[in-house]
């Protein structure tokens, strides 16, 4: 058969049977996520029916997904309100970070893979994945709750710790001199500042450029900027989703209100195929050799990422459930993991056993995190029904 014919049947089958998971999904009242995942999984290296090469599509179409998460999600959100949530998240941040990658940087050098294979681990155990996490809070429609900026606050402070992160891990598994390790990061943190500063004094004039009045000339615009900022802050070795998530904080007022109508489905879309491909690279026959670490680290980190949440709202004065919430919040892994892996095992530094780990970890964090998201609330309130009364908390949930 023409190549071009079978790409198109497989990725209309792909597409079709993203839509049956997906009415399955809210059948049962669940996040889509975690069946996109296993539907991947199936159709991936090694799994059921391995798909033919669509990969050309449909890993451009997966970072096009996180843009358009983050993007969105920045939408909702003026400058002011992400800086005064980081300036009251930041000792959360800290806690993040030890809490966080500990478990990893101690596992590897358990499993005897040395400095390299901590500095490696600890970062994917580490990072919480902003693409599964706002897909979540959209779905299950706390945008709006009074934890939420907690969440999104400790978000960004982690995707600007990776802009730090990531040229000091490839600078080291690459043997680069430490004035050459000091630049990457210097450019890395000056990208970041310069679009921070514009989101914060020049929003107006951003939202001025990108607004129209023709929805198709308005769409263009919006995709176009989005992208654009994500391919410079890309190239500049910062998160593309940073890039964009920040891009959505400049624009604000009616814009960002008709901008975040204008490119929903085309997010939810592209969002879609984002979980599949993280699917579709995870061979299931890795998974059995690391399955038992894989679950020791899942476990440990569910517990430190519920406890960094439910300490960073209770600072910011919310009570109980919402506490809860921004903690389960937090739980999953995602793209920010894989890359980590793929940069160490790529440079052939650390152990090939590594990129599987990874790979297995992830999957079972990326499953478990909208579960323990849609779980947490009916749980917390049976626990609580179920204590004694106590003196009434000042904070509303």
């Known amino acids: 058969m023409d190549h071009t014919a079978l790409s198109l049947l497989e990725l209309g089958a792909v597409f079709f049977g993203l839509g049956v998971l997906g009415r399955l999904a809210g059948r049962i009242g669940l996040s889509p996520i975690p069946l996109y995942l296993l539907g991947g999984l199936a159709f991936g290296n090694g799994g059921v029916f391995p798909l033919g090469d669509i990969s050309g599509f449909t890993t451009l179409a997966s970072e096009i997904g ?66 599964i996490i706002a897909k979540v809070l959209g779905d299950l429609g706390r945008l709006g709750n009074r934890e939420t900026p907690v969440v999104l606050s400790i978000l960004v402070f982690e995707d600007l710790v990776m802009a730090v992160y990531l040229p000091i891990l490839t600078a080291v598994l690459a043997g680069v001199s ?7 990061v210097g450019i890395s943190l000056s990208v970041v500042s310069v679009v921070m500063l514009i989101a914060l004094r020049y929003g107006r004039y951003v939202s001025a450029v990108v607004d129209s ?4 000339v308005f769409l263009l615009k919006v995709l176009g900027a989005a992208l654009l900022v994500a391919g410079l802050a890309s190239a500049m070795q910062v998160s593309a989703a ?131 998201a849609r779980v947490v609330e009916p749980v917390a309130r049976r626990v609580s029904r179920s204590r004694p009364p106590a003196a009434p908390d000042p904070a509303s949930p």
Do not use: C
């Open 242 to 372: 940073v890039g964009a998530f920040l891009l959505g904080i400049a624009i604000s007022g009616s814009t960002a209100e008709n901008a975040t109508k204008l490119l929903e489905p085309l997010r939810d879309l592209f969002a879609a195929v984002f979980f599949v491909v993280f699917g579709l690279n995870t061979d299931p026959r890795a998974i059995p050799p690391v399955l038992l670490w894989a679950l020791v680290l899942a476990v440990v980190t569910t517990v430190t990422k519920v406890v960094t949440g439910w300490w960073a709202a209770r600072r910011a004065g919310i009570g109980p459930l919402g506490r809860a919430r921004a903690g389960a919040a937090l739980v999953a892994r995602g793209e920010f993991s894989i890359v980590i892996a793929g940069f160490a095992v790529a440079a052939g530094a650390v152990e090939g056993q590594l990129a599987a780990l990874a790979a297995t970890y992830v999957l079972l964090m990326a499953i478990l995190g909208p579960i323990a």
């Open 213 to 216: 009045d023709d929805r198709e």
């Open 66 to 131: 996180v843009v358009l998460l983050l993007l969105t999600l920045g939408l909702e959100y003026t400058a002011d309100e992400l800086f005064t949530g980081l300036r009251r998240s930041w000792m959360a941040g800290l806690l993040d970070i030890v809490l966080n990658a500990a478990p990893g940087a101690a596992v590897a050098l358990i499993l005897g893979w040395g400095p390299l294979g901590a500095l490696a681990l600890g970062g994917i155990t580490y990072i919480s994945s902003s693409g």
């Open 178 to 184: 430490f004035v050459g390790g000091l630049t990457a």
